[in-house]
């Protein structure tokens, strides 16, 4: 059976009097029962990050994604999103008609719409409307299967959830005071908007509180996390990150035999899975498989994911992984590198992984890539090809370079001064007044990690190359 589409409500909270979904709905769709049938809709702004030869492409693979069925599209070109509408008055009147005709009983806009947007929309169009980012929020929603991943979901959902509570409430101020057929008698219409206010207000604090339970729980499950990652310092580890449906589940698979559920679906794994990578000869690295990025991912979902996040963080090495079959492969490339900005993980070396080649007919992203000095390196992971070279790579990294250095750590980072002890060989230490300065041996490559993670530790000596900046690039 096809699921609703929940939307504006988070998995467990509701508010007293009952908003205008909620997980009290019945499953397959909006109080009718039916399967959901969407017209998906959207203004393509002059910024958009939007594949031009398909627009919505990418939003109906999401609302597939959500088991929602794509009944028509609309699509409209304007400078800005109009405040009340985001359509211009015509569109509006066709996408009414095109609602109607195709029965369709959601509509899902492409843009991130304001509670007002959707307020408007929803009025015209006598139908549940929903923007980009609910719709992700609703699949990572269905998917979240550990109890981290629900958690973290639940935060992202109600973080959006919150500054469009009153406007939910207006709206159903609005539908009732009319004398609309909803269940929002307790509400009341014109004469009880001062209950209704309080309303708001008990209901904001009730999400406030939430909010705040789930970030404690959160922080808890994230300095587990970090304990769990400190604890493998003296292996190489390395992390597997791409825009979703890029392979990195079946890359993962083939390397190790993990076992990972994939499929031909935009989010089809949440959870990380790390496991030991066999690279031959007797080495060994650690493999983390993490969730896959999308363009215009919401922000509050790439926050409260970073504790599923932690392994890509803090490893030695990414493997990007790249769908060069995609015709949008290079701006899934450039979202993927603005997740990553934003984590702070910019400056962890990293391998492009151009994967399914054996579907790919364009290759000129390679050069394309290699003139920005990436390294960049070809595979399948459904035939194999490049799989060798891409462990003989891996393990040339992991062997890594040796350099030595004197670093200057400040007394107040006792955690990096335990860091370096682990993972150095430490020469000598010779303490001043404001901190402590070592002489070190150690691998190239984690000690410009080391330097990126920890600004206040300075190099008095050592080669220009362990500047942070230059490590996303080099090696090739
Ligand atoms: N032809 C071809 N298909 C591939 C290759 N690698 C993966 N696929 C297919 O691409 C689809 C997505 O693969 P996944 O491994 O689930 O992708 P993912 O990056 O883990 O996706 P998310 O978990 O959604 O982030 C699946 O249908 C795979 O069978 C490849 O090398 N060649
Ligand atoms: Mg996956």
Same mark, same amino acid.
């Given at each position: 059976?096809?699921?609703?589409?929940?939307?504006?409500?988070?998995?467990?909270?509701?508010?007293?009097?009952?908003?205008?979904?909620?997980?009290?709905?019945?499953?397959?769709?909006?109080?009718?029962?039916?399967?959901?049938?969407?017209?998906?809709?959207?203004?393509?702004?002059?910024?958009?990050? $939007?594949?031009?030869?398909?627009?919505?492409?990418?939003?109906? +693979?999401?609302?597939?994604?959500?088991?929602?069925?794509?009944?028509?599209?609309?699509?409209?070109?304007?400078?800005?999103?109009?405040?009340?509408?985001?359509?211009?008055?015509?569109?509006?009147?066709?996408?009414?008609?095109?609602?109607?005709?195709?029965?369709?009983?959601?509509?899902?806009?492409?843009?991130?719409?304001?509670?007002?947007?959707?307020?408007?929309?929803?009025?015209?169009?006598?139908?549940?409307?929903?923007?980009?980012?609910?719709?992700?929020?609703?699949?990572?929603?269905?998917?979240?299967?550990?109890?981290?991943?629900?958690?973290?979901?639940?935060?992202?959902?109600?973080?959006?959830?919150?500054?469009?509570?009153?406007?939910?409430?207006?709206?159903?101020?609005?539908?009732?005071?009319?004398?609309? +057929?909803?269940?929002?008698?307790? *509400?009341?219409?014109?004469?009880?908007?001062?209950?209704?206010?309080?309303?708001?207000?008990?209901?904001?604090?009730?999400?406030?509180?939430?909010?705040?339970?789930?970030?404690?729980?959160?922080?808890?499950?994230?300095?587990?996390?970090?304990?769990?990652?400190?604890?493998?310092?003296?292996?190489?580890?390395?992390?597997?990150?791409? %825009?979703?449906?890029?392979?990195?589940?079946?890359?993962?698979?083939?390397?190790?035999?993990?076992?990972?559920?994939?499929?031909?679906?935009?989010?089809?794994?949440?959870?990380?899975?790390?496991?030991?990578?066999?690279?031959?000869?007797?080495? $060994?690295?650690?493999?983390?498989?993490? *969730?896959?990025?999308?363009?215009?991912?919401?922000?509050?979902?790439?926050?409260?994911?970073?504790?599923?996040? @932690?392994?890509?963080?803090?490893?030695?090495?990414?493997?990007?992984?790249?769908?060069?079959?995609?015709?949008? +492969?290079?701006?899934?490339? @450039?979202?993927?590198?603005?997740?990553?900005?934003?984590?702070?993980?910019?400056?962890?070396?990293?391998?492009?992984?151009?994967?399914?080649?054996?579907?790919?007919?364009?290759?000129?992203?390679?050069?394309?890539?290699?003139?920005?000095?990436?390294? *960049?390196?070809? *595979?399948?992971?459904?035939?194999? @090809?490049?799989?060798?070279?891409?462990?003989?790579?891996?393990?040339?990294?992991?062997?890594?370079?040796?350099?030595?250095?004197?670093?200057?750590?400040?007394?107040?980072?006792?955690?990096?001064?335990?860091?370096?002890?682990?993972?150095?060989?430490?020469?000598?230490?010779? %303490?001043?007044?404001?901190?402590?300065?070592?002489?070190?041996?150690?691998?190239?490559?984690?000690?410009?990690?080391?330097?990126?993670? %920890?600004?206040?530790?300075?190099?008095?000596?050592?080669?220009?190359?362990?500047? +942070?900046?230059?490590?996303?690039?080099?090696?090739?």
């Amino acid at each position: 059976m096809r699921r609703s589409i929940r939307s504006h409500t988070s998995t467990d909270f509701e508010p007293a009097t009952g908003p205008p979904r909620s997980k009290a709905q019945p499953p397959g769709g909006v109080s009718t029962g039916q399967p959901e049938r969407a017209v998906l809709a959207g203004v393509l702004l002059p910024d958009t990050r $939007a594949d031009l030869s398909n627009p919505l492409g990418e939003l109906a +693979a999401l609302a597939e994604s959500a088991g929602v069925e794509v009944a028509d599209s609309m699509l409209q070109k304007r400078t800005s999103l109009g405040a009340a509408h985001a359509l211009g008055k015509g569109k509006l009147a066709e996408l009414s008609e095109r609602v109607e005709a195709a029965q369709a009983n959601v509509v899902i806009f492409d843009n991130d719409l304001s509670p007002r947007q959707i307020r408007g929309l929803e009025r015209a169009l006598g139908q549940k409307v929903i923007d980009r980012s609910e719709l992700i929020l609703d699949i990572f929603a269905s998917r979240a299967k550990t109890h981290e991943a629900q958690l973290q979901v639940e935060l992202a959902q109600l973080e959006y959830t919150a500054p469009r509570l009153r406007g939910m409430w207006t709206h159903l101020e609005r539908i009732a005071g009319a004398g609309g +057929a909803t269940a929002v008698g307790a *509400v009341g219409g014109v004469g009880t908007r001062g209950p209704g206010e309080r309303q708001i207000e008990i209901d904001r604090r009730i999400v406030r509180e939430r909010i705040a339970h789930l970030k404690r729980q959160i922080r808890q499950i994230d300095q587990r996390k970090q304990r769990e990652v400190r604890s493998r310092a003296d292996q190489f580890t390395v992390s597997l990150v791409g %825009y979703t449906n890029s392979g990195k589940s079946t890359l993962m698979n083939k390397l190790t035999g993990a076992g990972r559920f994939t499929a031909d679906q935009l989010f089809a794994t949440l959870d990380t899975k790390t496991t030991r990578w066999d690279l031959g000869d007797g080495a $060994a690295a650690l493999l983390s498989d993490t *969730v896959g990025f999308v363009r215009d991912i919401p922000h509050g979902l790439v926050a409260s994911f970073r504790a599923t996040l @932690e392994e890509a963080i803090h490893a030695d090495l990414l493997l990007h992984v790249v769908d060069i079959s995609s015709p949008t +492969a290079w701006g899934q490339i @450039e979202a993927v590198d603005g997740v990553l900005a934003s984590l702070g993980c910019d400056t962890i070396p990293q391998i492009t992984v151009l994967n399914k080649i054996d579907i790919a007919d364009d290759t000129s992203l390679v050069e394309m890539l290699a003139y920005r000095r990436r390294t *960049v390196l070809c *595979v399948s992971a459904h035939t194999g @090809e490049g799989l060798d070279r891409l462990a003989c790579e891996v393990t040339r990294r992991a062997h890594g370079e040796t350099v030595e250095a004197t670093v200057h750590i400040p007394h107040a980072e006792g955690k990096l001064i335990a860091e370096i002890d682990r993972m150095a060989e430490v020469r000598q230490r010779r %303490y001043c007044q404001d901190g402590v300065e070592l002489d070190i041996r150690m691998n190239r490559e984690r000690l410009i990690q080391l330097r990126s993670r %920890y600004p206040a530790m300075s190099l008095l000596k050592g080669e220009a190359g362990l500047d +942070a900046r230059h490590a996303p690039d080099e090696g090739g």
